[in-house]
């Protein structure tokens, strides 16, 4: 009996409405996916600039670039957050107050987007520049040969042709940024882990709350690899029907 | 612009024109930013360098311990057992690893002082300060990411090798230790410099369940001093340093690797 008392109890604590804490974890659920999306999207991005660069660009270029991706990967990312965090909001300040507009608090979502893409964008230029280089060179030159531009060249060569070689390490990466949202909890953003932690120390029922937000964070990861899955025979079928 | 880029002279003059750039960068740090912390704290420093260090090792030690038997039994085990190391393995990985870390200090802290069987057991000193739950947390990741690793390790170590063993008349124990580990060790070794750096980017986060490590003596720096950027740039610097070590370390056991 006492045993059923506890468990009711504890799945009260789970309700959707206060002072149940079930909403308030899926509203940290839902801001935690939407940095990883952003976060995720930014990294794409840089990567496929940066990886362009790495491979086509001038030497100084790719110097540089060889500089961010060794630093960003040597780096821990708790680190890397903090010093984007502060030295982010600082410059973008600095520039305003440059161009004479008063200081603005830095949205802790902008923030954690954009200290997310910095550090998914240093692993997909390493991701996507090796699955360009796997591209057969006569494909691109055939398409410069047809009179294509190269942003067209990229657009309708290379990103088709790379994406099926880089879907698992960029699959992987997306794994990556969905669990490294949880590293804003560190700087006071309030995602799903912040929130876990604030309801576990709050009703002192650590284990229910954390294992609550594992499985969360679990059904993510399974629901992405589920989509990979048919994202990659999709990907497969396409390319072997061609 | 098709061609493979051409490799880079080491003293190209750009890479020149670049390390005197960046040596006056350095030099303007450390003329015009505050480092006269750095000798206040230099004790403290050390001693946190030295616990991020062996949380480091033992956590990969222990992790590639229980990786071993996780991805065995993931390549070769029976069925069932397959399936329980695959679901530890898809557990751990597919949750962060800060969550796993105060679902362990917090949840089960909370839940040994309750027992009257562990508080009066001889672990209970070390069961109230930090550094076990960290450590176990460590080494539970590492073992579950690495478990991947040596799955596909064993799983692809040639077949004939292992028949020709068991011909020979090893037993199953002498195949695992004289043909099958050092096979897969020896393949799984590229990646696993790169685990080990990913495992050393990981360990700040014990500083969260206040373990003193490297990470956490910066913050109280941070915190006493009220400066922001000169201890993380400084941190950011000897994490650079001490991930630029592992890999020097791994290419090192690599390059004498025996098998090619």
Known sequence: MQLIADISTSLSLLAFSPPGWGGALLKGLLSSLQIAL?????????????????????????????????????VPELVLILLLYYAGSDLVNQVLHWL??????????????FVIGIVQGAYSTEVIRGAMSAIPVGHIEAAFACGMR??????????????????????????????????????GFTELTLITKQAAGGTKHHMLFYCAAGLLYLSVTLISNWGIKKLDNHLRHTKAST | MLKKPAPIARFAPHRIILALISAAVVGYM???????????????IWIGLWRTVWLLALSVLFGFLLALPLGLAQANG???????????????????????????????????????????????????????????????????????????????????????????GMSRWQCFRRILLPRAFYRALPTLGGEVVLQM??????????????????????????ITYEPLLFLALIYIVLAAL???????????????
């Not at chain 1, 004479?100 to 987007?113: E, K, M, Q, R, T």
């Not at chain 2, 056991?253 to 090619?260: D, F, S």
């Open chain 1, 100 to 113: 004479s507009y008063p200081p603005i608090d830095i949205n802790g979502l902008v923030a954690g987007i």
């Open chain 2, 201 to 226: 980017k990981a360990t700040p986060l014990v500083a969260t369940i206040t373990m003193i490590d490297i990470y956490a003596v910066f913050s109280k720096v941070r915190q006493d001093t009220f």
């Open chain 2, 246 to 260: 592992l890999t020097l370390v791994f290419k090192h056991i690599e390059n004498r690797n025996p098998v090619h």
């Open chain 2, 30 to 44: 450390i003329y015009f930013l505050r480092w006269d912390w750095l000798a206040d704290y230099s004790d403290k």
């Open chain 2, 78 to 168: 029976p069925k069932p057992l397959a399936i329980m190391a695959n679901s530890f393995c898809t557990v751990i990985r597919g949750t962060p690893l800060l969550l796993q870390l105060w679902l362990i200090y917090y949840g089960l802290g909370s839940i040994f002082p309750t027992i009257p069987s562990i508080r009066q057991s001889e672990l209970w000193p070390y069961l109230r300060q930090a550094w076990p739950y960290a450590l176990f947390t460590l080494s539970i990741s590492f073992a579950a990411y690495e478990a991947e690793i040596m799955r596909g390790a064993f799983a692809g170590v040639p077949k004939g090798e292992l028949e020709a063993a068991r011909a020979i």
């Open chain 1, 150 to 187: 190269p942003w067209q060249v990229l657009k309708r060569i290379i990103l088709p042709e790379m994406l099926v070689h880089a879907l698992p390490g960029l699959s992987n990466l997306w794994l990556i940024a969905t669990k490294d949202t949880a590293l804003l909890a560190v700087v």
């Open chain 1, 38 to 74: 952003g976060g995720y999207g930014l990294g794409l991005l840089i990567g496929i600039a940066g990886a362009c660069g790495k491979l086509y660009g001038n030497a100084v270029c790719r110097d540089l670039l060889g500089c961010y991706t060794t630093a960003v990967r040597a």
